[in-house]
Structure formats: structure tokens, C-alpha cells
């Protein structure tokens, strides 16, 4: 079983659609948590970290589950510029690494 | 442009051949991470410097693959003996250090070296 894992899509939705992923990850000593994203043939960019108490940036909602082990990011109003793929990544304490997990692939449509 | 570089941004070679990939991080970040990619899949860790010191290498990480950041600044990882397997896009990472919160552990990724082994 991989350590961080997603659905890898594709999702495809009509542009002002609400979306949402998740992510689970199987290390209870996972600590830190991001989405990032990342568009074709280009390099990752953080999208935002997961806080504790769910944060939201705009128009995009992140939460995280300690108890179930996971967490999810919500776009509301979806634009034709969010088509990308949203990769969920997770570290664990005491460790430098960094688990990415698939990534999720989101496309809007006109 | 102030953001992480990667040189080359391509490379072709030939199954056996050797090839080196150098990483400019941004200035004054002391974190620097290399991963691998391959298509479908997210960028997998192979190893992390902190200032020259090497803190971290993943155990995915075969001999033939060696890193090194001598000074702090610049970064470079080697593949010896390429083989087809070997074929991703190598991606160069790095975040500042020292800082409160969690702008510490943001990574800023370069464009990346894309090899072929042929």
C-alpha cells in the first residue's frame, strides 16, 4: 500500500462546479501536510499547507482528518485555469522527506 | 529570474553513459531536494541537503546515483551507468530554513531535467 494515495481521476467538471478531493496517507506520524499543484509538463507549485483547524485560501478549502488519516481540498466556482493536477503531499516528524502521493488530475470545461 | 534553475534542461544519452544535472537553488535557501518523476506518478524523494551537508537519501536510491552540494549553494546529482529505467524528469527543490511557521517548509521547485536513456 503506497503511503500517500489518491483518486488520480480524471475529474473532469463544468466550469463553476464545486470539487473536491482526497488524499489518505497510511504513517500516523505524518506531520506536515500540503496541495500542490502542478500543470502539465511543468514543475509543482504549493497550493496551499493543511493547518490543523482546515483552512481556506480564496476559493479553495483544505481540511484535515487526523482520526481517518486523511486529507481533502475543496474548489468552489471552478475556473478553466484550475485544470491541473493537484498533488497531495505529506512528511512525517523526525524525517526530511517529503511523500507525494499521484496527484489528481482535474480538468474544467467550458 | 530568481527562481531554482536546472541545467540541462534536457539530456539524451546512450544506456551506460554517465550524466551529471546541476541545481541552482534559490539564493539563501539552505534546504535542497532532488526527486525523480515519471509520467502518472508524483515526484518521488531521493535525497535532501541541508547547507553541504547531506541529511537524507532514499534507499530507492542505487549506487550508482550520487549528489552533492560542496559549497551550500549549487547542487549536483550523477547517474552512473545509465539505464532505460532511469529515464524521468529529475526535479530540483529548495525552501528556506530558520523561519517560523510554515513558510519554512515550502518547496520551490525548478523546471526540472527531463533524460532519455536510449
Known amino acids: 500500500r503506497k503511503e500517500v494515495e489518491q483518486d488520480p481521476g480524471p475529474f473532469n467538471v463544468p466550469e463553476g462546479a464545486t470539487v473536491a478531493f482526497n488524499c489518505t496517507y497510511s504513517n500516523s506520524a505524518s506531520q506536515s501536510f500540503f496541495w500542490y499543484r502542478q500543470d502539465c509538463r511543468k514543475e509543482p507549485k504549493l497550493l496551499m499547507s493543511?493547518?490543523?483547524s482546515g483552512n481556506e485560501d480564496g476559493r479553495f478549502t483544505a481540511q484535515l482528518n487526523r482520526a481517518s488519516q486523511y486529507i481533502s481540498l475543496l474548489i468552489r466556482d471552478s475556473k478553466l485555469s484550475d485544470s491541473a493536477t493537484y498533488l497531495c503531499v505529506v512528511k512525517r516528524s523526525g524525517t526530511y522527506k517529503y511523500i507525494f502521493g499521484t496527484g489528481t488530475r482535474l480538468k474544467v470545461l467550458a | 529570474d530568481t527562481g531554482v534553475s536546472q541545467n540541462p534542461r534536457h539530456k539524451i544519452t546512450k544506456r551506460g553513459q554517465n550524466v551529471t544535472f546541476r541545481c541552482d537553488p534559490i539564493s539563501e535557501h539552505n534546504r535542497l531536494y532532488w526527486y525523480r518523476q515519471t509520467l502518472g506518478q508524483g515526484p518521488e524523494f531521493l535525497t535532501y541537503?541541508?547547507?553541504?551537508?547531506?541529511?537524507?537519501k532514499s534507499r530507492l536510491l542505487s549506487d550508482r546515483f550520487s549528489a552533492e552540494r560542496p559549497k551550500g549553494s549549487f547542487s549536483t546529482l550523477e547517474i552512473q551507468r545509465t539505464e532505460q529505467g532511469d529515464s524521468a524528469m529529475y526535479l530540483c527543490?529548495?525552501?528556506?530554513?530558520?523561519?517560523?511557521?510554515?513558510?519554512?517548509?515550502?518547496?520551490?521547485f525548478g523546471p526540472g531535467t527531463r533524460l532519455l536513456v536510449l
Open positions: 527543490a529548495s525552501s528556506p530554513s530558520g523561519l517560523a511557521g510554515w513558510g519554512a517548509e515550502t518547496q520551490y
Open positions: 493543511v493547518y490543523s
Open positions: 541537503f541541508q547547507n553541504e551537508a547531506q541529511l537524507e
